[in-house]
């Protein structure tokens, strides 16, 4: 099949889990189909993934967008036009163009889209659409007002939340075939449109690349927070009640040596001054190969609080052995058991306990690492993910072609 992708940001793993999302599905549909890639970019030094990413596609086609959401610009366009900031300061001109022009001379079986806020690009086609929404954005921005937003400032914000509601249903009506990426997206999705078929294809991990790293563990052990992209609000919101609770009580329980460790990119500045006023937190930034941190941790800590999508971050640990303590919302989606695959809690201090209870442990340490491997392996490989696909492609141009 001839097949046309469009994603907010250019795929590849060493970013955050959308782009390791799309660089795989990328990575193993070129091995039956045609792909042409048609991506956003912020700044040049992006345009350094694109061959990586020709091995696998036809054409990959980029373009420009603001560097930083909070320009004049964008704040103008999101109060007084009709879209969200998510919207406008994912909008290129050149793209819409370019994907116009790129219809009209070429044929293509099928349109596959990630996340709703790249369709209005796509103006009015014939070919059929796929979209897959990685996570409720709506849900996302409204727990950040709600947690971070001073009362007063509220409502202004709201009135964004509320232009997402709309734009994401205006654009999941519009697909050919919706797809979440767990059971807890569906049901909010289903919340918002009952009457539309909405199916799963769920995040993945490349389970042989995460265990095939032989670095030992380091000494004193470490508590990893990792390996995050800090752009994303729900991982600032996690790192801090990470510092600020859950790591004051560890501490106090557990008195042999422990470091914790964040490692991630785009690191506020607000992280690194935490690490140097705390000898026993130490920060990675930018680290060349995440297995190097999931390897040599003793343990994962993720107190997400934000729900939507599958964390690609836990499945990456749990595909690399490390014992992962999440919350509830952290782990929604994976299919996990507490106490068998994962440990779950979701007050700081049970998630303390938890980690204290994995370090002292060490039987209990490498039954959870272990049978977290075992789990990924089964449910949440790439390769058996990627094939879910095959059907849905298959379906929707024999319906269209009816």
Not at 87 to 100: G, I
Not at 153 to 165: G, T
Not at 172 to 196: C, G, I, Q, T, Y
Request: glycine share 4%; aromatic share 10%.
């Amino acid at each position: 099949m001839k097949i046309l992708m469009l994603v907010p940001y250019l795929p590849t793993i060493t970013m955050s889990g959308g782009q390791t999302r799309w660089y795989n599905i990328i990575k193993y549909l070129a091995k039956k189909h045609e792909i042409t890639l048609f991506s956003l970019i912020k700044d040049e030094s992006e345009r350094e993934l694109v061959p990586e990413l020709l091995k696998y596609c036809k054409k990959v086609k980029v373009f420009k967008r603001p560097q930083k959401p909070w320009t004049i610009r964008n704040i103008l366009l999101s109060v007084l036009g009709p879209f969200p900031l998510l919207v406008v300061r994912n909008w290129s001109f050149d793209e819409m163009r370019s994907l116009q022009r790129e219809l009209v001379m070429e044929k293509y079986d099928l349109i596959h889209t990630e996340t709703f806020y790249v369709m209005p690009h796509l103006g009015k086609t014939k070919v059929p659409v796929i979209q897959v929404e990685q996570t409720i954005w709506h849900e996302v921005y409204k727990h950040h007002v709600e947690s971070e937003i001073p009362f007063f400032l509220r409502p202004l914000f709201l009135i964004d939340v509320a232009k997402i509601i709309f734009w994401e249903k205006f654009y999941w009506k519009k697909a050919d075939r919706l797809f979440a990426v767990s059971e807890e997206d569906r049901d909010l999705m289903k919340n918002l449109l009952p009457d539309k078929k909405i199916g799963i294809i769920p995040n993945g991990v490349d389970s042989k690349y995460y265990t095939s790293s032989k670095i030992k563990r380091h000494d004193p052990p470490r508590v990893l927070y990792g390996v995050s992209n800090f752009e994303w609000l729900q991982n600032q919101e996690a790192v801090k009640l990470l510092l600020d609770e859950i790591w004051p009580q560890i501490r106090k329980i557990y008195k042999a040596p422990l470091k914790l460790w964040i490692v991630g990119r785009k690191m506020p500045e607000w992280i690194k001054n935490s690490a140097r006023q705390n000898s026993d937190v130490f920060i990675t930034e930018n680290i060349k190969d995440a297995r190097d941190a999931y390897a040599s941790a003793t343990i994962m800590i993720t107190p997400i609080k934000g729900g939507g999508g599958t964390r690609i971050k836990i499945l990456e640990a749990m595909a690399a052995g490390l014992p992962v303590v999440s919350t509830s919302i952290g782990i929604a989606g994976l299919k996990v058991e507490n106490g068998k695959n994962v440990l779950i809690a979701d007050t700081s201090e049970d998630i303390a306990e938890n980690a204290v209870k994995l370090l002292n442990d060490e039987n209990l340490l490498r039954k959870i690492g272990k049978n977290g491997q075992l789990h990924v392996e089964k449910y949440f490989d790439w390769k058996s993910i990627v094939m879910m696909h095959e059907p849905v492609y298959r379906d929707l141009i024999s319906i269209k072609n009816d």
